[in-house]
């Protein structure tokens, strides 16, 4: 959750805004009933997983499967994330063209981070009616080397 | 749901798509995907259309490929035509596409006469920011009136 926080923060960007209350893309009574270990024992399958495409992507040439680029930058959003106890998304998903898709979902909103280059995604967000309610891109900060809103 | 009007469902044997109503459709999933939970919540990312990169990667620019059920099963629809590959299916009523305010297109292939399209989720109007933000909400309501459907072999 602090992850996300500092992510919103470091921008100036006020975090309900873009991510709701807690800092997470999940709600915040949701996220707080998360225990931290099982977030982060999830964050690490997904890790290996996303490793794992990196291998299948030199192996298969598929476009389908996510470029080498993607897969880092998706990587080391996940390593940050896990770190500082943000919940797990729902599904990571190569999502085409070389991209990869992270996608939170609760009752009342949709979240999805895409990654689609070397420090760059792009963030969504959709309300309980599935309007998207925030867009916004993510760029790594070369000194914080975290990927960041841009507002 | 998108700001359009939402037409009426058609209820005949055939729409003015040529595809009825109560026609169940597939949706090919891409392989690969990571789940919290045993029971994948379908990924809204896979009724986007793959992006266009460049004028020899085009992505989906027809649309976003699907087959109408009555002209296939389900086993031979989870088929990926590239590798052979089996994967799981998202399954949806084209009532539903109609009813968000998409279509469907016949597009047989030479191999698969069961091919169609939803041609407004294209990756050329993908390139427009408020397309694409409008595509973006179709294609978390196609999500939500789809169910998870695993073949057999996938």
């Given at each position: 959750m602090?992850?996300?926080?500092?992510?919103?923060?470091?921008?100036?960007?006020?975090?309900?805004?873009?991510?709701?209350?807690?800092?997470t893309?999940y709600?915040?009574g949701i996220a707080l009933t998360r225990p931290p270990n099982r977030e982060a024992a999830l964050w690490k399958q997904?890790?290996?997983?996303?490793?794992?495409?990196?291998?299948?992507?030199?192996?298969?040439?598929?476009?389908?499967?996510?470029?080498?680029?993607?897969?880092?930058?998706?990587?080391?959003?996940?390593?940050?994330?896990s770190?500082t106890g943000t919940s797990a998304?729902?599904?990571?998903?190569?999502?085409?063209?070389?991209?990869?898709?992270?996608?939170?979902?609760?009752?009342?909103?949709?979240?999805?981070?895409?990654?689609?280059?070397?420090?760059?995604?792009?963030?969504?967000?959709?309300?309980?009616?599935?309007?998207?309610?925030?867009?916004?891109?993510?760029?790594?900060?070369?000194?914080?080397?975290?990927?960041?809103?841009?507002? | 749901?998108?700001?359009?009007?939402?037409?009426?469902?058609?209820?005949?044997?055939?729409?003015?798509?040529?595809?009825?109503?109560?026609?169940?459709?597939?949706?090919?999933?891409?392989?690969?995907?990571?789940?919290r939970a045993?029971?994948?919540?379908?990924?809204?990312?896979?009724?986007?259309?793959?992006?266009?990169?460049?004028?020899?990667?085009?992505?989906?620019?027809?649309?976003?490929?699907?087959?109408?059920?009555?002209?296939?099963?389900?086993?031979?629809?989870?088929?990926?035509?590239?590798?052979?590959?089996?994967?799981?299916?998202?399954?949806?009523?084209?009532?539903?596409?109609?009813?968000?305010?998409?279509?469907?297109?016949?597009?047989?292939?030479?191999?698969?006469?069961?091919?169609?399209?939803?041609?407004?989720?294209?990756?050329?109007?993908?390139?427009?920011?408020?397309?694409?933000?409008?595509?973006?909400?179709?294609?978390?309501?196609?999500?939500?009136?789809?169910?998870?459907?695993?073949?057999?072999?996938?």
């Amino acid at each position: 959750m602090k992850g996300s926080m500092m992510l919103i923060q470091d921008n100036g960007i006020a975090r309900d805004r873009i991510i709701p209350a807690g800092g997470t893309a999940y709600a915040a009574g949701i996220a707080l009933t998360r225990p931290p270990n099982r977030e982060a024992a999830l964050w690490k399958q997904a890790i290996d997983q996303m490793l794992a495409w990196k291998k299948t992507r030199i192996v298969e040439n598929c476009e389908d499967y996510p470029a080498q680029d993607v897969a880092d930058t998706a990587i080391d959003f996940a390593v940050d994330q896990s770190d500082t106890g943000t919940s797990a998304p729902d599904s990571i998903v190569p999502s085409g063209g070389g991209r990869i898709a992270m996608e939170w979902n609760t009752p009342s909103e949709t979240i999805i981070v895409e990654f689609i280059g070397l420090g760059t995604a792009s963030y969504i967000r959709f309300d309980s009616a599935g309007k998207v309610a925030a867009r916004d891109t993510l760029r790594r900060n070369p000194q914080s080397r975290r990927l960041q809103l841009q507002g | 749901m998108p700001d359009t009007k939402i037409p009426a469902v058609p209820s005949g044997p055939a729409s003015a798509t040529g595809v009825p109503g109560a026609e169940l459709l597939y949706r090919r999933l891409l392989p690969g995907a990571w789940s919290r939970a045993p029971t994948l919540v379908i990924p809204q990312r896979y009724f986007m259309p793959r992006p266009w990169q460049s004028d020899e990667r085009l992505g989906d620019s027809d649309g976003i490929s699907i087959n109408c059920a009555l002209l296939t099963d389900a086993v031979t629809a989870s088929r990926r035509p590239d590798t052979g590959e089996r994967v799981p299916l998202a399954e949806f009523a084209a009532s539903d596409v109609y009813r968000i305010g998409l279509s469907v297109r016949g597009a047989p292939l030479p191999k698969d006469p069961s091919h169609a399209v939803i041609p407004e989720l294209n990756s050329l109007d993908r390139r427009d920011t408020e397309k694409e933000q409008k595509m973006e909400e179709w294609a978390l309501a196609l999500r939500n009136c789809s169910r998870l459907i695993r073949p057999q072999g996938t």
